[in-house]
């Protein structure tokens, strides 16, 4: 199976498309100016600790509050704490890993008061990006991903990725890492290292020491919140955790990733470098190789498939549902059972690359065709599980219930890639209906009373279509009048011709909107 990296790249983000034989398995979108990414490593101040959640809410630059959970602490809490005190006030003068004396681990049912304070530094990671209204998930378990091996500071153990079966394999990189393995440092080792020798490990080992070391010598000029360390752009990590023999082109449309690409893979594996090369055809890069085509096809609610069947794909706040429908086969088909279970087999596989595609995460529920056989359940489960075991994000794949249901959880770190290939109507939302103008009246005035009463916010500008504006605004006792008595606030109201007739924003006293 042949591999490729397209990468484009513009003035507002990194577009990257990977393809198995010229097919689109993923995409990956990364703004320039993203600065909570996956992996970045802040210097934070604790907020606020809430006993209820025994979580605590950490001040890291964003918005929004970065959010703490005890069980994300690490055991290894009170050892980084100290650690980092010690670093904070050593002038310049690096502490040896291997003189630091660890404190004991934190009791796994604890309370995060009995570890963190108000106002208190803490070392964090971010673990998800921050997605819709929520900040930061982050966690004080420090890791630095390599190429082959996953550094993990304060902790002493080695452990094997899973997917290395082979049991003798596993002794010899077991015995490898033992041997290089500095004190204070715990090593995961990475599948990537699977037949790896011990100086392909050791090289990567000491560039994951020096990014600890870059951290701490940082600290004394820093005040919290600060960032302390940059996890790579989306394209190295993919390149790095992707990146094997079956790859035959990394393609990029701009002269400085493509310099830098070189460099970061000559760093990796000098034998790769001649894979990256530069596009300079004049029509855009994504249409020359077919990936723009592939993304208005597979970014729809509907999804067809060649065999004629297709899928629905509808997303909800609370979870993702996907319906497998048939299309014409089962009536050209007189044994239902066994074109149920050929429809559901060639979904099964689109559904797991529609997963990646698309980045989902979190519950998603798949209703698939009845079959009736409790064998062909069977094979449709393991055929879900082999078609996610290419799958990088974390997930659970639940056998199918007696109603046709497989339930998944998968790992959900980014926002979702959310392609608009349609546009929706600006009035009725896509639903073919409109709401009435009273109702839109109702709406507003129950958002103002929130805002005045709940929010006590003391100056409000309302913008609205000019005929809106007309029937708030004539008269003497019009509706600003009526606020500005109910109320004692005056809200000042505007025309803009360029809104829907039931288009409507408020702004506060900065000329921010407010977003309900």
């Not at 963190?116 to 803490?122: A, D, T």
Request: aromatic fraction near 8%.
């Amino acid at each position: 199976m042949n591999k490729d990296f397209i990468i484009d790249v513009n003035s507002e983000n990194v577009s990257i498309a990977l393809t198995e034989d010229k097919m689109l398995t993923e995409l990956h979108k990364e703004k320039h100016d993203n600065k909570f990414s996956v992996g970045d490593i802040y210097l934070g101040k604790v907020k606020k600790i809430i006993p209820g959640l025994n979580a605590a809410f950490v001040d890291v630059g964003h918005p929004k509050e970065a959010f703490l959970h005890y069980l994300d602490l690490g055991p290894q809490i009170r050892s980084l704490n100290k650690y980092v005190k010690l670093a904070s006030s050593a002038k310049g003068k690096r502490i040896p890993m291997e003189k630091f004396r660890c404190e004991k681990d934190i009791d796994k049912s604890g309370k995060m008061s009995e570890v963190l304070s108000v106002n208190q530094p803490v070392l964090v990671q971010i673990a998800k990006e921050p997605i819709s209204s929520k900040g930061p998930r982050i966690t004080s378990e420090i890791s630095f991903p390599g190429r082959y091996i996953v550094l993990m500071p304060f902790s002493n153990r080695i452990t094997v990725s899973q997917k290395i079966k082979d049991y003798d394999e596993r002794t010899r990189l077991k015995r490898l890492v033992k041997s290089i393995r500095p004190e204070n440092f715990g090593i995961i080792v990475r599948t990537n290292a699977e037949n790896k020798k011990v100086a392909d490990l050791l090289k990567d080992l000491n560039n994951l020491l020096s990014k600890w070391n870059s951290i701490f010598d940082k600290l004394p000029s820093l005040s919290p919140p600060a960032n302390v360390f940059r996890e790579m752009d989306r394209t190295s990590t993919i390149l790095r955790d992707v990146l094997n023999e079956s790859f035959n082109s990394i393609v990029v449309n701009d002269r400085d990733m493509y310099d830098d690409l070189k460099n970061y893979i000559r760093s990796m594996d000098s034998s790769k470098v001649d894979l990256v090369k530069l596009y300079k055809g004049k029509t855009p890069i994504f249409d020359h190789y077919g990936i723009t085509k592939q993304i208005k096809s597979l970014f729809g609610k509907k999804v067809n498939m060649e065999s004629g069947a297709y899928l629905i794909i509808e997303h909800t706040e609370a979870m993702h549902v996907i319906d497998v429908n048939s299309g014409h086969r089962l009536k050209k088909d007189s044994n239902q059972e066994a074109s149920a279970l050929q429809t559901n087999l060639v979904s099964a596989k689109e559904i797991a690359r529609q997963l990646k595609l698309r980045d989902m995460g979190g519950i998603i529920v798949i209703d698939f065709i009845d079959m009736v056989n409790k064998e062909n359940r069977r094979l449709l489960y393991e055929k879900m599980k082999e078609a996610m075991k290419t799958d990088r994000a974390k997930h659970s794949i639940l056998p199918p219930s007696k109603f046709g249901l497989i339930q998944i959880t998968r790992q959900r770190v980014r926002p979702e890639m959310e392609i608009q290939i349609m546009e929706q109507c600006p009035v009725c939302q896509g639903t073919g209906e409109a709401k009435s103008p009273v109702l839109i009246i109702d709406e507003i005035e129950n958002n103002i009373r929130f805002l005045v009463l709940e929010q006590n916010e003391k100056k409000l500008t309302l913008n609205v279509h000019p005929f809106i504006h007309a029937y708030l605004t004539k008269g003497i006792f019009n509706y600003v009048w009526k606020w500005l008595k109910a109320y004692k606030t005056k809200i000042k109201v505007k025309p803009a011709s360029s809104y829907h007739f039931l288009e409507y924003h408020f702004f506060n006293a900065q000329g921010d909107e407010i977003k309900f």
